[in-house]
């Protein structure tokens, strides 16, 4: 099933600032080609002594869980 826009945005908004050290408006100013091209170019690699692997749901409810919006 496919993600919706917002889905998309939420997910990635919060995976961002972790991979990628980011402030939100960093991330809202990008477009989607630009974080597209990111991810791939990191995909497979190592960052802080862990590969980069796409987020899991499990791993974005824990991320949820322990990092609230408010």
């Known amino acids: 099933m496919a993600e919706n826009f917002s889905t998309s945005a ?3 908004a ?3 600032p972790l991979t990628l050290g980011w402030t939100p408006e ?3 100013r990008a ?3 630009e ?3 990111l991810f791939r170019s990191l995909e497979g690699h190592v960052i802080g ?3 980069a692997l796409p987020l899991d749901q499990s791993t974005f409810a824990m ?3 322990n990092f609230p919006d408010g």
Do not use: S
């Open 10 to 12: 939420a997910r990635l």
């Open 14 to 16: 919060g995976l961002v």
């Open 26 to 28: 960093q991330f809202w």
């Open 31 to 33: 477009t989607p080609e």
């Open 35 to 37: 974080l597209a091209g």
């Open 49 to 51: 002594g862990a590969t």
């Open 63 to 65: 991320l949820k869980e």
